[in-house]
């Protein structure tokens, strides 16, 4: 199983409330997903600033200082945010693999959950409400964001197996369904330089999409490609820094529902979690086609596009 | 009229109420208000009562339904009318997949459009959908009929046996061993009761008639390739 959420705000007067609609969605998918939670949310950027939310499962030793340690190796001030288990570091933009490198040497414990301007993630085992409570999520505000509820079916049920899952600078993606040619896949990527930390199914669908559009496609074009590429059932919801979008596999037998009003569009596994957003009884709700490619961006009009079978 | 808030007093209250029913009850009609998306509204109903959801549901609405009337002022998820026996459902908005799987007998209608595998399995169910419906529709359809008012998804009647298949629209592509058949005036009589019944002001002279080539019924290896 596992539940998806996901909402894309058109009226920002909306977004100090983005984290709290979207937690009120995500906690009604904990029956989809009741083993892990994660979101993903677009929120403010700093100019000049690079964001990477590190994870620790030791956090009361490993951000003691970090911020400083951090800017002494890059020889720049680095900002530090902590959340729970997470912190948001800012790096100078174009630090990032100087600062992965450096924080693999002074924290070798803490991984890397997210890099971009704007892009947070925060991830942890556990029921949603139970994740939502320890991160705050409905504090939270921003532009637009992905929710995630995990029950696992490939791999093992840990914070790094749980989702969203970054893709590339300001990137993420969830995952529903199962992903069947994964281990081929995960060797084939490796062979080309390609970092993937786990075992996991989703990881291997993600670091597909970053090898994509690290070889020049668009992720509208990867995301196509993933279509003929990716062996097995998925609804996938990605976020992008100025937009989301679904895809779905030819069989789509894994749920999807969409509405959108002026004021957002929104993402639900299951029309429960859309119930509570401000006009849905007039929104426009349908359920996404398979094999068809949907994006939503701030900075274009709506895109839809149909791959040819 | 009896009026149940199923956000205030649950899903157990309400199916158990409405299953209580029988022919004899004079409680004969039934609103269920806050549905909110929720899975198993109005599941196993026996009586000849009639059920009003006022809003969308979720998973298995009026499932394994007999004699009873369900009708939902909203869209539903999947699996709406599941082994239906007999009574009818009635959607105003739309279906999600695999609407009406296994039905062995009563009336679906859907007045939006259906999406994949809606009617699947098909047993003696009809189901009349106003609007269009998805890929692999009537998947292995042993029996009764599906009516597409509007157009039909890819592989439509894949592995059909006695199904009869009616489409308005265009049928992006037919499943192994569904064919166009020809349109008799039983059919036509058929195709009329069925739309009447479905409020549907469509001509049944519009629709094709789709069913089985009956060249999958026993294995054959040199059909070994259209399994």
């Known amino acids: 199983m596992c539940g998806i959420v996901g909402l894309f705000l058109k009226d920002q007067s909306l977004a100090p409330q983005l984290g709290n609609m979207l937690t009120d969605m995500l906690i009604t998918m904990t029956d989809r997903g009741p083993d892990s939670a994660g979101i993903a949310i677009y929120g403010a950027e700093r100019d000049g600033k690079t964001k990477i939310t590190v994870q620790s499962p030791t956090p009361e030793t490993d951000f003691v200082g970090l911020a400083d340690e951090l800017g002494k190796s890059l020889g720049a001030m680095v900002g530090q945010t902590d959340n729970d288990t997470h912190t948001v570091l800012e790096v100078p933009a174009g630090q990032f693999e100087a600062a992965r490198t450096a924080l693999a040497e002074i924290r070798p414990s803490v991984r890397i959950m997210s890099r971009g301007d704007s892009l947070e993630i925060y991830k942890e085992v556990g029921l949603p409400k139970d994740v939502a409570d320890r991160f705050n999520l409905s504090g939270m505000s921003g532009t637009h964001g992905i929710g995630h509820t995990r029950m696992a079916t490939e791999s093992a049920v840990t914070t790094m197996g749980a989702h969203p899952f970054n893709t590339g600078s300001d990137q993420c993606l969830v995952h529903n369904g199962s992903l069947s040619n994964h281990n081929s896949l995960r060797r084939k990527l490796r062979r080309e330089g390609v970092v993937i930390q786990t075992e996991n199914d989703t990881e291997v669908g993600a670091a597909y999409l970053t090898w994509k559009m690290m070889n020049g496609a668009t992720l509208g074009e990867a995301l196509e490609t993933s279509i003929d590429d990716l062996d097995g059932f998925f609804t996938f919801v990605v976020g992008t820094k100025d937009g989301f979008g679904v895809v779905r596999d030819p069989i789509a037998c894994k749920p999807a529902v969409m509405a959108e009003t002026d004021q957002y569009v929104a993402f639900g596994s299951e029309y429960r979690a859309l119930v509570n957003l401000p006009g849905i009884e007039d929104a426009r709700v349908w359920e996404p086609e398979p094999s068809t490619v949907y994006f939503w961006s701030h900075t274009n009009s709506p895109t839809t596009h149909e791959k040819a079978a | ?227």
């Open chain 2, 1 to 227: 009229m009896q009026t149940y808030d199923l956000e205030a007093d649950g899903l157990r209250g309400l199916n158990s109420s409405l299953q209580a029913q029988n022919a004899e009850t004079n409680q004969t009609s039934w609103e269920i208000v806050n549905p909110k998306g929720s899975h198993a509204i109005a599941v196993g109903l026996d009586a000849p009562i009639e059920v009003t959801v006022k809003g969308s549901t979720g998973y298995y609405c009026a499932g394994m339904n007999q004699q009873a009337t369900i009708k939902v002022e909203g869209s539903v998820g999947p699996g709406v009318a599941e082994n239906m026996m007999s009574g009818q459902v009635i959607v105003d908005g739309d279906a999600s997949q695999y609407a009406g799987a296994t039905g062995h007998g009563g009336l679906l209608v859907i007045k939006g459009n259906a999406s994949s595998r809606c009617g699947i399995s098909m047993k003696g169910i009809d189901i009349v959908v106003h609007g269009n419906i998805g890929h692999m529709s009537a998947f292995m359809a042993q029996a009764g009929n599906l009516v597409v008012c509007g157009d039909a998804g890819d592989a439509l009647g894949d592995s059909l046996y006695e199904a009869r298949l009616f489409v308005r629209g265009s049928v992006k592509s037919l499943g192994a061993d569904c064919i166009e058949k020809e349109m008799r005036p039983e059919h036509l009589n058929i195709l009329k009761d069925l739309l009447d019944r479905a409020g549907s002001d469509a001509k049944p002279e519009e629709f094709k008639r789709y069913g089985s080539a009956r060249q999958l019924y026993n294995f054959d290896i040199d059909n070994s390739a259209a399994y």
